[in-house]
């Protein structure tokens, strides 16, 4: 059964970075995909960006798409890091990483496998 931990959350002012962290393990598929995800109180789940076990990342999700947050993986470590920068305060959320078998994707429907989350908190 894969287990995901998240880290790194916290408080930042806008405009400004934090990296997040997700320790991962369990899995033992041989193709998997990890991704990011954030959700405030209210609204849908929503992809940020996602990694498989290849290094390969996707181009959909509405961070990749802005340039704003980066996915990258250290295999041996079993992690996988989001950077997130210049965050504003619409930003602010729980943050999740979540994994999958099989090919990248971002519909969180499709992820069984969750963290607990973070929280980030942008203001001034």
């Known amino acids: 059964q894969p287990h995901l931990v998240e880290s790194g959350g916290g408080s930042v002012q806008p405009g400004g970075s934090l990296r997040l962290t997700c320790v991962f393990t369990?899995?033992?598929?041989?193709?998997?995909?990890l991704a990011w995800f954030r959700q405030v109180p209210g609204k849908e789940r929503e992809g940020l960006v996602a990694?498989?076990?290849?290094?390969?990342?996707?181009?959909t999700g509405s961070g990749s798409t802005k340039g704003q947050f980066t996915i990258s993986r250290d295999g041996a470590k079993n992690t996988v890091y989001l950077q997130m920068d210049y965050l504003e305060p619409e930003d602010s959320a729980m943050y999740y990483c979540?994994?999958?078998?099989?090919?990248?994707?971002?519909?969180?429907?499709?992820?069984?496998?969750w963290g607990q989350g973070t929280q980030v908190t942008v203001s001034s």
């Open positions: 979540a994994a999958k078998e099989g090919y990248l994707g971002l519909q969180y429907r499709l992820f069984p496998y």
């Open positions: 990694i498989d076990n290849d290094g390969s990342t996707s181009t």
């Open positions: 369990g899995l033992t598929y041989s193709r998997y995909c």
